[in-house]
């Protein structure tokens, strides 16, 4: 079976070709361009799917013969799999797939599968970072005696995460992660997440929220961890914010469009809450002259939970893992697309 696999700027094509091992005619190709231009493309994407960015040539050029195809950020729009007629397998390398073009590989025939979970500890650990970071001002000191200070007066709250609820929106692969790595701060745990079973919540000692608003209400942390989707575009806003405690702190290492980002600015701004630990913006990098990079109540990250050489390599791993699949079974039963298949 030809696979080819595509590298990016994050995951190099040789870390497929070491996880898919010996017994496959496996080919490479490279996506072209500097770290952060495709990250810019993923951002475009990510609001206008797959086909708002040309399909690379270099790609275009590779394909054809591919009957799996391997990849994490690059583009896979309408145009690629339709120049590559043999393909019958997109194994992205990454949870996310609006990179990726599902409804035209669906008619297609091909199964697209995601790799669920790959990143689960790196992004559970940089919530715990910026929890700390905020809750102990580690980010604000640091900069005051890099610029010549000594700082000790800060905003918000000085608490320890001992004994503090933390509220989470949604509960999938990150927050069992989360509970586990959170478990020695014998930290109040809930979640609200109508598509957990109580059974799961319940197994990693987390108490199901009755409803979005009680999290914000009761939370003293605030962590956001639900997909993207049409229902979920913005679902928290204003309303929430008014919810939480004034000395409470919100944290998004998820997605930015989830969140009224102009209703958050205007909580932090005016001090209704002690502040935030931020990975995601709806602009990325931020501009220079964005105001977020003005508030003194913000630890702000860039965009890197997922990034870690850890995760990579699980990615790499699951992605050969579905590759082996389609090889020994004809299919891939955790294709996002399999029931439409008949796999």
């Known amino acids: 079976m030809i696979t080819v696999v595509v590298g990016d700027q994050f995951i190099p094509a040789a870390h497929y070709v070491e996880a ?159 509970a586990q790595r959170v478990a020695g701060f014998g930290c109040r745990l809930l979640a609200y997440d109508p598509y957990t079973p109580d059974a799961a919540l319940a197994a990693s000692g987390v108490e199901r929220a009755a409803d979005l608003d009680h999290v914000f209400a009761d939370g003293d942390f605030v962590l956001v961890q639900a997909r993207l989707t049409p229902e979920t575009s913005r679902f928290i806003g204003e309303a929430q914010f008014r919810l939480m405690k004034p000395t409470a702190y919100f944290v998004n290492v998820s997605r930015s469009r989830l969140v009224d980002s102009s209703a958050l600015y205007s909580a932090l701004a005016a001090g209704r809450i002690a502040g935030a630990g931020l990975d995601v913006f709806d602009s990325e990098p931020l501009p220079a002259d964005s105001p977020w990079r003005t508030l003194d109540n913000v630890t702000i990250t860039t965009h890197f939970g997922g990034d870690t050489e850890d995760t990579n390599r699980t990615s790499t791993r699951l992605v050969a893992e579905a590759v082996a699949e389609l090889a020994t079974t004809g299919r891939v039963a955790r294709a996002v697309n399999a029931a439409a298949l008949g796999w």
Request: proline share 6%; net charge negative; glycine share 12%.
């Open 20 to 178: 898919l091992g010996d017994g496959l005619d496996v080919r490479t190709a490279t996506w072209a361009g500097a770290k952060g231009e495709q990250h810019a493309l993923q951002q475009v994407m990510e609001q206008d799917g797959p086909n708002g960015v040309p399909p690379p040539a270099e790609l275009l050029a590779a394909v054809e013969p591919a009957e799996a195809l391997c990849l994490h950020f690059a583009p896979v729009s309408a145009a690629l799999i339709a120049a590559a007629p043999k393909l019958r397998l997109i194994a992205v390398a990454r949870s996310g797939l609006e990179n990726v073009d599902v409804e035209a590989a669906t008619a297609a025939g091909v199964g697209v599968v995601p790799a669920h979970g790959r990143n689960a500890g790196a992004v559970a650990e940089l919530q715990l970072a910026l929890m700390l970071a905020e809750a102990r001002d580690v980010a604000r000191a640091d900069a005051s005696v890099k610029t010549g200070g000594w700082r000790k007066e800060f905003p918000g709250t000085r608490v320890e995460l001992a004994g503090r609820t933390v509220g989470m929106v949604g509960f999938g692969h990150v927050g069992r992660v989360f």
